[in-house]
């Protein structure tokens, strides 16, 4: 059966490919610290499951030092110049669009049918991590596409990878950091006591207050955790249950509904919601990196009155 | 109170600009001792969530694909696809991606988008490209402007689509928590009340959107005329 672990695999050997090309580059003057932390951070990811817990927080730990005392070293340049892209884009046409489409339609693909298929009745891939799985054979399947297609000298696809995975630099491991915040967060109880302060000073005098200060706890919540799935339990036992629905008696769908999507809006403005805010601000190469957040503010707030607005009319229909 | 420091540490920490990697790391380990654990706990709990989370980066894999094809002018060929369409502006492509977006998102098809494989390669650089058709030149801050709204669209779109379709993740651990606590609610009841949401949002980014063009002109003109 193909388990998570092939995902695993297949991003510790893409790690450890960043971690080489970084190495043999004498052009980069922070090469040894950018192969270390993209090598301890493949080691993570190819013998994580075997290794003891303790080792593998002192690797993360290392790692994080590595990059905070070192420094890591930006991207290089570009391997092509525009001229030359240019020139490939006219001599491709539309078909350069083939493989990356590849990427989202064998996804999809796989999430679909994959569940279905089994070898002398065991399932051939772990029903319960189809999506990720499937996105990992698509990418495989993409590369193979391009490299038909392209024809590039082999190393090329690990020489371009390095070239962004040192453009996003330490945020790409970001928003697995801050997934282990969240979890250390649960062990030591952080949330209850958040709600608990919540409760204790915000006036719950009146039907809409009560509302108000769910919708807005779940935005302020969601922003503080990073993760509106992380709020919702939390706000809702504190708050939306006993208040909104036994003592005003609010209908419980329309509550959590619309109290998870006000969650949302706290993740439009968080710099804490790494995956979504931080990392596009890497991956396009902005200066700021709340630039993302910057943009989405606006909606944000605006959708979370529209929220407490919904709410309000239709929980206590 | 204690296992509040993470908060503080984080608060501080962001506030003050400090790398946020050291400071995600030094609020998970903080947190781990004001919860009374010996260090050698600390770190092995912090081990063990960092491993565990391992599938949260998969989309980077999509990384040597899209290096390989930008190193062979895919944003470039994105550029000249939306220069051929003279209705195109950055307003109008990222409203329509929105749309997309959002649709997509509602039947379940959330991995049609994504910030490496879809806003890098595609949808950013026709965004700049449409409004470098319009409006000429445009400088550093204007294109920076721009690729951040079209991470903002691609990101609106999957919040407030994908709630939508009665077997994502959020649907399901509304439900989940809402039975422990003595409720059975219908996912698709669920579903039904995160159209009037859904609706709002479209409607509110979409005339951010319709003003984005307006806007993009005026700050150009006025770089234009400093430039001058």
């Known amino acids: ?57 002192l690797l993360v730990i290392v790692m994080v030092l590595v990059m905070a005392i070192g420094k890591l070293g930006g991207a290089p340049p570009e391997s092509s110049t525009r001229a030359v892209r240019e020139a490939s884009a006219r001599r491709w046409g539309n078909r350069l669009f083939i493989p990356a489409l590849t990427i989202p339609t064998v996804t999809l693909l796989g999430t679909l049918f994959l569940k279905r298929v089994s070898l002398n009745g065991t399932p051939l891939v772990d029903p319960k991590q189809v999506t990720l799985i499937s996105l990992g054979l698509s990418t495989v399947i993409a590369l193979i596409v391009g490299l038909v297609m392209l024809r590039p000298p082999l190393r090329a696809p690990m020489v371009e990878a390095r070239r962004l995975m040192d453009a996003v630099s330490w945020a790409a491991v970001l928003p697995q950091m801050l997934a282990a915040l969240g979890a250390m967060f649960a062990l030591a109880g952080v949330g209850p006591i958040v709600a608990g302060i919540i409760e204790r000073w915000i006036p719950l005098h009146t039907a809409l207050s009560v509302v108000a200060t769910y919708t807005v706890g779940m935005a302020l919540f969601t922003m503080i955790m990073g993760n509106a799935f992380a709020a919702f339990p939390v706000m809702t036992a504190g708050i939306g249950l006993p208040l909104i629905v036994h003592q005003y008696g609010g209908n419980v769908a329309v509550m959590a509904a619309v109290g998870m999507l006000s969650g949302f809006c706290g993740t439009l403005m968080t710099p804490m919601a790494a995956n979504f805010n931080i990392v596009p601000a890497a991956l396009l190469e902005l200066p700021n990196e709340n630039a993302v957040i910057k943009v989405q503010i ?12 919904i709410m309000y009319v239709f929980v206590f229909r | 109170m204690l296992p509040l420091i993470g908060i503080l540490i984080v608060v501080t920490g962001f506030s003050l600009r400090v790398n946020p990697l050291a400071v995600v790391t030094a609020a998970a380990l903080a947190t781990g001792l004001a919860a009374h654990r010996s260090p050698v706990d600390v770190i092995s709990a912090f081990g063990k969530a960092f491993i565990d989370s391992r599938s ?15 190193s062979a002018g895919l944003k470039e060929r994105a550029r000249m696809v939306i220069s051929k369409i003279h209705a195109a502006t950055t307003g109008r492509l990222l409203l329509a991606y929105l749309a997309l ?25 026709m965004a700049e490209a449409a409004a470098e058709n319009r409006l000429g030149e445009l400088s550093d801050h204007t294109r920076h402007r721009i690729r951040a709204h079209a991470a903002a669209a691609d990101n609106i779109g999957l919040f407030f689509g994908e709630d939508i379709f009665i077997a994502i993740g959020s649907i399901l651990l509304i439900r989940g928590f809402l039975e422990q606590n003595g409720f059975r609610v219908e996912p698709a009841t669920l579903a039904i009340w995160a159209i009037p949401t859904a609706i709002c949002a479209f409607v509110i980014h979409g005339a ?10 005026k700050e150009v003109a006025r770089s234009q005329g400093r430039a001058e």
Request: hydrophobic share 55%.
């Open chain 1, 1 to 57: 059966m193909i388990t998570l672990e092939f995902v695993n695999v297949l991003m510790g050997l893409m790690m450890a490919g960043v971690a080489i090309v970084n190495l043999r580059d004498r052009t980069s003057r922070k090469r040894y610290n950018n192969a270390a932390f993209w090598g301890l951070y493949a080691v993570t990811f190819l013998a994580g499951s075997y290794l003891p817990n303790f080792v593998n927080g």
């Open chain 1, 298 to 309: 606006p909606t944000g707030l605006m959708l979370l009155a529209a929220n407490t607005l």
């Open chain 2, 56 to 70: 949260v980066p998969v989309v980077w894999l999509a990384l040597p694909v899209i290096g390989l094809l930008e």
């Open chain 2, 101 to 125: 977006r959002q649709l997509t998102s509602a039947l379940g098809l959330t991995s049609l988008g994504g910030h490496p494989q879809m806003v890098r390669p595609l949808i950013a650089p």
């Open chain 2, 208 to 217: 951010r959107l319709a003003l984005l063009d307006r806007s993009l002109r």
